[in-house]
Nanobody, 120 residues
């Protein structure tokens, strides 16, 4: 069964950086559209960034200018570069992707989540 695998979370001081990655577990599947979401305790899960199959991006206002979403089609991976991190960025981050196998679109999949903690 294909699934998404996340990596890159951890503990960082305010102003620091982290790089999150997301990849399909099976190489036959490519990422069509990918989004990164986050959920802090007591909050709803919110969309942080999104990238389309054509490379168009959009961001939540709270992260514009600090986060960059990108994709590497050759490696079938997606990345969220997080710079100038703030304590309010602390959350569990989830990738979500529409996968593609050949010309066939498969349903959306969620990564397992990775904890990002920004603290002194």
């Amino acid at each position: 069964q294909v699934h998404l695998v996340e990596s890159g979370g951890g503990l960082v001081q305010p102003g620091g950086s982290l790089r999150l990655s997301c990849a399909a577990s099976e190489s036959l599947f490519a990422i069509n559209v990918m989004g990164w979401y986050r959920q802090a305790p007591g909050n709803q899960r919110e969309l942080v960034a999104r990238i389309t199959s054509d490379g168009d991006t959009n961001y939540a206002d709270s992260v514009k200018g600090r986060f960059t979403i990108s994709r590497d089609n050759a490696r079938n991976t997606g990345t969220l570069q997080m710079n100038r991190l703030k304590p309010e960025d602390t959350a569990v981050y989830y990738c979500n992707a529409v996968l593609q196998r050949g010309n066939v679109i498969w349903g959306g999949y969620w990564g397992q989540g990775t904890q990002v903690t920004v603290s002194s």
